[in-house]
């Protein structure tokens, strides 16, 4: 049989008590949970818009990636025919002029329409190599967040026959 004394019964509470508090966290332990917290928040979300951008970016170089192949698919398609007779020559660059209003194609949602401009070049090589060969090259200059990127593509190209 257990026998208990006064001063065990007024001190029981109090150990009790005691041993509560010592369970709890404390006021730092809260304040690096919260941190810990905030920063791991705000890594995903920095983490997110950055993603987005990254998108958004890669949507605007594909789109003026294929305007600059449609021109270079124009000027592949032009006719050059340097052995006939009248010598026919639509591969040069007036015929490809430079239009700054080209509209990137990408969804639209009210204004933020988006566009680029070509610049074809077409450089003569036969003063170079000896024989008929021209060298196309398109640049698609366009914007993203106040920068501007250029896309470019070059070919070459030799006669019709």
Known sequence: MKVTTAS???TGPLRRGCLRSQRAFTLAEVAVAMSVTVMSMAGV????????RQAEWSAFSLAAQALATQRME????????????PVVDELVPANFPTV???RLDMPVSGT??????????????K???????????VDCVWSFRQRAYTNTIASYRAPDR
């Open 45 to 52: 979300i920095a983490g997110y818009i950055f993603a987005t």
């Open 74 to 85: 124009q000027a592949r398609a032009a006719l050059w025919r340097p052995g006939n007779y």
């Open 8 to 10: 065990q019964l007024s």
């Open 127 to 137: 003063p170079v190599v000896g024989y008929p060969l021209k060298m196309i090259r």
């Open 100 to 102: 700054p209003t080209n």
């Open 112 to 125: 933020n329409i988006a566009y680029a401009t070509n610049f074809t070049t077409i450089t003569d090589l």
